[in-house]
C-alpha cells in the first residue's frame, strides 16, 4: 500500500475570532479520530483502533488549557501536519513496541550494538 500523507491534509487559515476557533479545534479533533482506523492501516500500527483514539485524545488533552487564538492557530497548523508517517510514528512507537528499551547511557548502548 502507497502512503500518502496529502490524503488527510488540509489547508490552513487562521481564525477570526474565539467561536471560529473553538469550531476548528473540535473538528480537527473529530477528523482525527474519525481517520484513526485508516492511519492504523496506513502506517501498519501493531494497535487497537481504541488505543489509537486515546492517544490522540491525550495529546489534545496536553494542550486543552491554552489560551491565546495565535498560539492554538500554530497547534492546529502542526495538527494537519502530523499526518506524514515520521510525526504519527513519534507518537505511538513506544505503544507499538513495549518491549524496546533505551540504552542507560551511551557506553552500554555502544557495547550493545546500538547507535
Same mark, same amino acid.
Given at each position: 500500500m502507497t502512503i500518502n500523507p496529502t490524503y488527510l491534509a488540509q489547508r490552513t487559515r487562521s481564525s477570526v475570532n474565539? @467561536?471560529?476557533t473553538k469550531f476548528r479545534v473540535l473538528k480537527?479533533? *473529530?477528523e482525527w479520530l474519525r481517520a484513526s482506523p485508516e492511519i492504523q492501516t496506513m502506517y501498519s500500527l501493531n494497535m487497537p483502533v481504541s488505543a489509537i483514539r486515546t492517544k490522540i485524545r491525550q495529546e489534545f488533552e496536553k494542550h486543552r488549557y491554552v489560551s491565546q487564538m495565535s498560539v492554538i492557530d500554530v497547534l492546529l497548523y502542526q495538527s494537519h501536519a502530523e499526518f506524514q508517517l515520521s510525526h504519527v510514528m513519534k507518537y505511538?512507537? /513506544?505503544e507499538e513496541d513495549p518491549g524496546a528499551r533505551l /540504552? *542507560? @547511557?551511551f557506553v552500554s548502548g555502544f557495547l550493545e550494538g546500538r547507535n
Open positions: 474565539w @467561536n471560529d480537527s479533533y *473529530r505511538f512507537r /513506544p /540504552p *542507560r @547511557n
